[in-house]
Structures are given as C-alpha cells and as structure tokens.
C-alpha cells in the first residue's frame, strides 16, 4: 500500500507532474524575462497540458499505432522510476542499492530512445529526420555526462547515490574539485533535454517539430510532461552528486533546499538557453568529443589523484 | 541513410510565405535543392493596368509589406518622368526620410528573423522590441506602421514638422546606441558566428553572374548601390558610404546590413538638418502623356525596378516590376552547395527573401494528363512565329537583314 502512494503520490507521478509543471513555469518565464518579455501567467504549464489531454488523438495512417503510442507512456515510467534513486531530502534515497548511479543514467537514457522511436515509427519525413538527430545527440553528450557523474563516485568509492551524497556530505573539502564536472554535466543536460544550443532535434526551422512533428493531443501531452519531469530528475542527479548540502536537515527544510537546488539548476540552464543560438549537429558532434569528452577525463584523473593522495 | 526528398513549404516554419522549396538530402547533407515560386501570385501588375494612376500608386504600395515605401516610390518616379513634373525639394526629401527609416525597419526585422532561424530567439526579441522605435517614428510621419500612404504623383501627402524632426533625431540617437551594441552580438557571440560564418557562400563571380543585388551583392564585394550610382530622391545631396564585404557568407551579409544602418542613421540626420522649405507637392493631371519610363530604387533587399508605359488616358498601358528578391533568389541554389539541411532556413532567409513581391511568373508544369499541351522549346519558337505572323507581324525579312548586318 505504502508502494502505491510512493508510486502515484509523493514522490512519485503526482509530486514529480506538479513539480514539473512548476520548474516549467520557472524556466519559461524567466526565459520570458530575459528576452524582454512578459512570459506566461503561472498556470500556463497546466492550461497547456490540460488543453492537449482534451484534444483529439490523431494517428498517421502509415504510422505503426502500437509503438507511437507506447512511446510517450514509456518516456514518462522511465523519468519516474529515475527519481526513486536518487537521494532527495536526507542522506538516503527511497531506493537505494549499489550500483542505482548506472541504472539512474540508463533510466535517463531511455526518454531519448523514446524520442527515436517515436520519431522512426510516426514515419514522417520530419519526424525521422529528428529521430535520427535524437540518436546521434545521445552519443555526443552521452559520455561526457557519464564520465563527469562517475568522476565523483570513484572518489566517493562507491556506486550509490546515496553512498555519494553521504561522502561529500562528510568531505565538503572535496567538493570544490568536482566544479569541473558540474559545469560539464550541465552542458550535457541541455544535449538530453534538447534545448538551445542543443536543440538540434526538434529544431522548428529547420525540421517543424522533429521527433514531434506527429504527436498531438493526450501523447503529446505526455511527451511534454515527461520531459518536464525528465528535467527535474536531471537536475536533481545533478543536485545530489554535486551540490550535496544539507542534507541532515529536518524534513520539511530538508525538502525546501532540494526544491531550492533543483531550481537554481533549472534557471542556470534557462540561462544558458537564452545566450546561445542552435549549433548544428556536426559542431555539436565536434564540440562534444573535442571538448567536453577530454574536460570530462581532466576531471576523472583530477579524481584518481586525490583518491590517491588524500587531503589532510 | 538513403536520398529523402523532403520539402520546405509551401506551410514551413522557417519562411513568412507560401513558397515552396523541395530538398533532397543525403543523411543531413543537401544534395539538390530546387524552388518553385508562384504560391502567392496576386496579378498585381495586370491590376495595375486596370486602375488610374493615383490607385496605382497605393496598389504599388501593396506590392511588399516590408518595402512598401520602395514600390510606391519607384512607381511615382516612373509616371513622374513620363510626365515631366517637377516635384518639389522638400517632397523628395521626405521620401528619402521615409526610405530611409524603412530601410532601418527592414534591416532590424532581418537581424531578428535571422537570429530566430538559428535558433537565437533572444535576438529576435531584442531587434524586434528596438524596431518599435523606428516603427513608432513612421506611424508619427505617415499615420501608418506599414503602407504609409505617403506618397503621391507630384509630391507626398504629409509634411514633417519641427518637433516631429526633433523625436526623429532622438529616436536616431537610441538606434544608433542599440545597434552598435548588436554589432558587438554579431562579432563576438560564438554560437552565431559559428552559424552564420563560412554559410552559404556566394562568390564575388557568382555574385556577378546570378545577377545578384542589394546586400545579398554588396556582401560578396559588388560595390553597387542605385542611391549612388543612379540618384533619385534626395540622394545626390547627402555623403553616405556604400558597404560592402569580402566574407562572401551570410556573416558577410550581416555585417553589410548593420552598416548599412549606420549609414542610414546617418542620412537621416543629414535629411533632418538639410530640409527645405517650400511646397510638398505639385498638381499633375489626371492623364499622363504617351511615353515610357523605366525607375530604379535601392530597396532595403536590393535594387528595385518598375516600368511603366503610359498610351495618354488615365490608367497605364503596361506596368512591369522587377523586385529584389526575384534577381536575388537564383542565388540560393548556388549559395546551398554541399551545405547542411540545418543551414537552409538561414542561407534562404539571408537574401532576405519577400516572395509576394517576387511572384509574378507564368510557370508550366508537365503533369500526367496534359502532357499534349506541354510545349518543348523549338515548338514554342515555331508557335510563337506563326502567332504573330496570323496578327500581321513578321519578323522574317528583319531576320534576314539581321543575319547580314552580323555577316
């Protein structure tokens, strides 16, 4: 019964959907502010879903109508699940064992297979187009995310989140040798969650929609909110290997930091998408591998050393 | 993954207009592109041989919604040279106050269209806010954001004011810092040179052979500018460069547009101080005498041309108009050679295309069924010679006098 209410209630689909929502607001209407906009009245997120629920559902005849609709269900279980590992409030996660750092990633990886999929299967020409984008994006930012997350856990020595979040709360020297990879980890976000300069696979001028191009009504819906909640659990992965402060606090302070943390993430990342324009896939490819994937491997050796000659 | 051909528009995000544009891709690579004009035809020239002169002129205006000033200004130059009014200085010098404000209009509006295509929507927001200036500054003139009415045969309908002079030198003033600072974008901000720098490339050569104008050719180093090098309006008297670039790349283009606003900024002030006074307009009657006259125009997107024939009545004979974007479009197959598909909405968009302007062409498709009406070009040449032969014209001794003349 506790399962349930974790599953659907707190902190599962309901806590995750009105949070998502939020930080969707947040991220559009200081995008708003920044450009010299008024932005979106704070319920617009919620209009916005409840209007896409309501709308028909079209199917394109030549589209495979299992898949294209499977895809968005999945995309949002996937995002979900993601969040029960990762510790939130206090040092330990609602799930936690070693080795949930891997599945948090695989889990995070599956939103943009979804996208791919959803794309292939709707068989538009723009939506392929954007399927395969999707794909090559995920091998750019892919592993430079990965290495910048797994950097700490060496150090930490272990692989739980919660083990991580639990060292660093004990060695709060060392947090200042993991800046790199924050900084990394968070140019890797915008590649997952598709946002400028990344947004390379829904680029509307180019491709319509992209991967989206198809998608109407409830799954689009669907898609929308799981990629709002994908954006939380990102930064709250983010949140608790690289900002692990706090965490002893009683619950309900404890609660407001993590909410505080995964929206200064949130907003740093909205910044980031106002300054820049869209790059193109094979400087995103360039930027990626000549770039982040090496800072990447400065911040594991700068890691390696310190495991090795310990401070103090 | 193998050739898709897929298609940008007639309906695209990236154009304003119906025009559609079929590209066959390679992976992301363009392999050949092709464009099809004709979604937004309007028969405006025929409508223009249908009404007077004076409708003309605002029918003119409707020509473009952006350069709406250069089409009604090119159109009363003409019909003022077949009639050979005399239009007085300060008319002219408003209609060189009003291009000129509207070319700032224009240039700030392409900024923020080409940011918008790279995905730069900040800069979109920020050139289009800066625009309101400018646009406020037309409405106080003219009475209107766009189609100003402004002009008439003989003169312009509005005088300026002094204290209207006053708001437009200070709005000048603001521009002129704002514009500055999007230059700095424009130069420094990685993300946009990286997408605009090294895009579609378009030689000085080819810049000459496509026939190529406005920005579009000042930016692959053709030094050619219809305000100096054929005056019109006020422009023999007042100092203003011609800018022009070798980067030969969209960045090229930006840059030559962000000077030629300067410039403008410029010209306006100069306009401003230099006004004369006197009438603003001169009475022309309602018929024009028999003649011919051809008129061109700097237009914000280049040069513009309207012909015009007058047989004596009020309404033309033959009104015929060369815009822009029409010399400048075949430019863009070239300019996407061997290009990316994420490079085509800013390649297109750099030309600053207006195809409702630009359509006014007779195309023929051959489909399926009527095939028995499609004609190849030597049946059309022998056609075209029996057609006029039946109404009474032969071409053959002339032919045959040619033909000796060459020997």
Redo the contacts between chains.
């Keep these: 019964m506790m399962g349930l209410f974790y599953m659907l209630v707190f902190p599962g689909f309901i806590f995750l959907s009105v949070f998502g929502m939020a930080a969707e607001y947040c991220d559009r209407k200081l995008y708003a502010r920044l450009q010299n906009r008024v932005g979106p009245p704070w319920f617009q997120p919620l209009a916005d879903f409840i209007k896409l629920v309501s709308k028909e559902e079209i199917i394109p005849e030549e589209a495979n109508p299992s898949m294209f609709k499977i895809m968005p269900v999945l995309a949002l279980t996937a995002t979900i699940t993601a969040f029960f590992y990762i510790p939130a409030w206090g040092y330990k996660a609602l799930y936690s064992f070693n080795g949930d750092l891997i599945v948090v990633l695989y889990l995070l990886t599956i939103p943009t297979l979804t996208f791919f999929l959803g794309g292939w299967y709707s068989t538009s020409l723009y939506s392929k187009i954007g399927a395969v984008r999707a794909l090559t994006q995920l091998f750019a930012y892919e592993v430079p995310l990965l290495m910048s997350i797994l950097a700490p856990a060496l150090l930490a020595n272990s692989w739980s989140l919660s083990e991580i979040a639990k060292f660093y709360a004990q060695h709060p020297v060392y947090w200042f040798f993991n800046l790199l990879g924050f900084a990394i980890s968070m140019i890797s976000l915008l590649g997952k969650l598709e946002k400028v300069p990344f947004d390379i696979p829904e680029a509307e001028t180019e491709i319509v929609g992209g991967t989206f191009t198809e998608y109407g009504g409830k799954l689009l819906g669907l898609f929308r909110l799981g990629i709002d909640i994908e954006a939380i659990v990102g930064s709250a992965l983010l949140a608790a290997v690289f900002l692990p402060f706090g965490l002893g606090l009683p619950p309900v302070a404890g609660f407001l930091l993590f909410v505080l943390k995964v929206m200064g993430v949130i907003c740093t990342l909205s910044i980031l998408r106002t300054i820049f324009a869209r790059l193109r896939i094979d400087q995103m490819m360039a930027f990626c591998w000549k770039v982040l994937a090496p800072l990447a491997f400065v911040q594991l050796f700068i890691d390696l050393i310190l495991k090795w000659i310990p401070l103090k | 993954?193998h050739k898709?051909v897929?298609?940008i528009g007639p309906q695209?995000?990236?154009l304003k207009e119906p025009e559609s544009f079929s590209v066959t891709?390679s992976?992301?690579k363009i392999m050949k592109f092709s464009a099809r004009l004709g979604y937004n035809h309007r028969g405006i020239e025929k409508a223009c041989e249908e009404r007077t002169y004076v409708q003309d002129v605002y029918l003119t205006e409707r020509i473009c919604g952006i350069c709406s000033h250069s089409h009604s200004t090119c159109f009363t130059q003409a019909v003022e040279e077949i009639a050979k009014v005399d239009v007085p200085k300060r008319a002219l010098y408003i209609r060189t106050l009003v291009g000129e404000l509207e070319r700032i209009h224009s240039h700030l509006l392409w900024l923020g269209v080409a940011?918008?295509?790279?995905?730069?929507?900040?800069?979109l927001?920020?050139t289009w806010?800066d625009r309101e200036v400018v646009m406020d500054i037309l409405a106080m003139l003219t009475g209107n954001r766009v189609n100003y009415g402004i002009n008439m045969i003989g003169g312009v309908r509005r005088d300026v004011s002094a204290e209207q002079a006053k708001a437009i030198l200070k709005a000048m003033d603001t521009l002129e810092e704002r514009t500055k600072y999007y230059i700095q974008v424009a130069t420094q901000?990685t993300?946009?040179i990286?997408?605009l720098s090294g895009v579609g490339i378009l030689s000085h050569k080819d810049a000459l052979k496509l026939g190529a104008v406005g920005p579009t050719a000042r930016a692959s180093g053709v030094n050619r500018d219809v305000r100096r090098d054929d005056p019109y309006a006020a422009y023999s008297e007042v100092k203003f460069k011609v800018i022009t670039d070798d980067h030969n790349d969209v960045y090229g283009r930006t840059l030559v547009r962000m000077g030629e606003l300067l410039e403008s900024y410029s010209i306006i002030r100069q306009i401003v101080k230099k006004m004369p006074e006197g009438p603003i307009i001169t009475k022309v009657p309602r018929k024009i005498p028999a003649g011919e006259a051809t008129s061109r125009y700097e237009a914000p997107r280049g040069e513009d041309m309207h012909y015009v024939k007058a047989n004596g009545t009020e309404k033309p004979e033959r009104v015929k108009v060369r815009a822009p974007t029409l010399a400048n479009i075949q430019t863009v197959a070239k300019m996407l050679e061997d290009r990316?598909?994420?490079?085509?909405?800013i390649v297109i968009a750099a030309i600053d295309p207006c195809f409702s302007c630009t359509d006014r062409l007779t195309g023929i498709r051959q489909t399926g069924k009527r095939k028995k009406n499609v004609l190849k070009w030597e049946e059309l040449h022998t056609y075209s010679i029996t057609f006029y032969k039946e109404h009474g014209i032969d071409f053959t001794d002339l032919n045959k006098k040619m033909a000796k003349a060459l020997k």
Excluded: K, N, S
């Excluded at chain 2, 940011?115 to 800069?123: K, N």
């Excluded at chain 2, 990316?340 to 909405?345: E, K």
């Design positions: 993954m898709v897929i298609p695209h995000p990236a891709l992976g992301e940011g918008h295509e790279v995905g730069f929507d900040t800069l927001m920020y806010r901000e993300t946009l990286q997408r990316q598909l994420a490079d085509l909405p």
